[in-house]
């Protein structure tokens, strides 16, 4: 698989689960429930998935020359991106590579610039984003 198609592939299967809101109404013996799903924008990469690829591409040091010909694998990273859109540590390697690609991946979180936060019925929430990184 192309990394690009890997990336938007991963971006489209991380998981972030949606709070619902429940409502009873109950009128004589008749009880009904409805279930309501809140607004949900995830929290989003300035300039979106495109720019965020650009930004772990054009960052990425690779630890020699043999690993950036042959590709070695892909770290998978957990952090979450706060009201305001800040990167909040701790980063976590949720899949690792290597002591040195773990790093890697890490600093290069830690060097991107605020995310666009994630809103819930229109208000700022935090969020948990993974980021697979291939190095």
């Known amino acids: 698989m192309k990394p690009h198609l890997l990336l938007a592939f991963s971006f489209t299967v991380a998981l972030y689960f949606s709070p619902k809101a429940q409502t009873n109404s109950?009128?004589?013996d008749t009880a009904s429930t409805e279930i309501m799903a809140p607004n949900l924008e995830?929290?989003?990469f300035p300039g979106g998935e495109q720019?965020?690829?650009n930004f772990v591409n054009t960052n990425?040091?690779?630890a020699n020359e043999k690993d950036k010909k042959n590709r070695v694998g892909i770290v998978l990273l957990?952090?979450?991106i706060d009201k305001e859109g800040n990167i909040q540590e701790p980063i976590k390697v949720i899949r690792s590579l290597s002591e040195y690609y773990d790093q890697e991946g890490i600093r290069i979180v830690k060097s991107m610039p605020k995310w666009i936060p994630g809103k819930?019925?229109?208000r700022n929430i935090n969020v948990q984003f993974n980021l697979p990184i291939r190095f």
Do not use: D
């Open 26 to 28: 109950t009128s004589g």
């Open 42 to 44: 995830n929290a989003s």
């Open 51 to 53: 720019a965020l690829m």
């Open 60 to 62: 990425r040091v690779y």
């Open 78 to 80: 957990t952090f979450t």
């Open 120 to 122: 819930m019925n229109g």
